[in-house]
């Protein structure tokens, strides 16, 4: 649609998926436990849904990480004379927003989010210890600067953390549409 229809366009419900692919990139050395690569493939399929009523919008997305096996894993010390896989377990994952628009490019969400699984195993035997289960609240907004520039304000923390992320976050972003105003 043209600029003049998506700005008369009204949302009701919305329904999407999608999929993340990550390719094996990165510098990986199997010799080193810390690498900026990762020698494996992931893959994370999502479905979303949006729902509109009047000034309130919820989006809601479930999906999971799904990882290959790293077939050169740590080949140092005593694991030297043999090769070592790893793998990790799906990670499933669930993030919601409630927002309410005050007025055009003025508005503020209520954000959650929860993910939980992931236990690695290594040659087959699985590490209890890494399973993940954590969970993010915050709020974020926009306010308006001009026609086309807004000003966008994020804060997070965990709420539940039983492995990593545990963190305060602050966002701010400063946004520019390069879109015309319709005719």
């Given at each position: 649609?043209?600029?003049?229809e998506?700005?008369?366009w ?6 999407g998926?999608?999929?993340?692919v990550?390719?094996?990139t990165g ?14 493939w ?8 949006s ?37 990790q ?9 409630l ?12 954000d959650?989010?929860y ?23 915050g ?22 953390v039983r492995?990593?992320?545990?963190f ?6 400063w ?9």
């Amino acid at each position: 649609m043209d600029l003049a229809e998506f700005r008369q366009w009204r949302q009701k419900n919305l329904l999407g998926i999608s999929i993340r692919v990550l390719p094996p990139t990165g510098q990986y050395d199997p010799t080193k436990l810390i690498n900026f690569g990762t020698n494996r493939w992931a893959f994370k399929p999502e479905l979303g849904y949006s729902r509109r009523w009047g000034h309130w919008i919820l989006d809601a997305y479930g999906g999971a990480w799904l990882y290959t096996t790293n077939p050169d894993y740590l080949l140092i010390g005593r694991f030297a004379s043999k090769t070592n896989t790893q793998s990790q377990a799906p990670i499933g994952s669930f993030e919601g927003h409630l927002s309410y628009d005050l007025r055009r490019q003025l508005w503020i969400s209520l954000d959650g989010n929860y993910w939980f699984g992931g236990r690695t195993s290594l040659n087959g035997v699985q590490n209890p210890n890494t399973f993940q289960k954590s969970s993010r609240v915050g709020v974020s907004g926009s306010i308006p600067l001009t026609a086309r520039q807004s000003l966008k304000l994020g804060y997070s923390d965990g709420a539940y953390v039983r492995l990593g992320g545990n963190f305060k976050n602050v966002s701010v972003a400063w946004q520019y549409s390069w879109l015309g105003r319709p005719n």
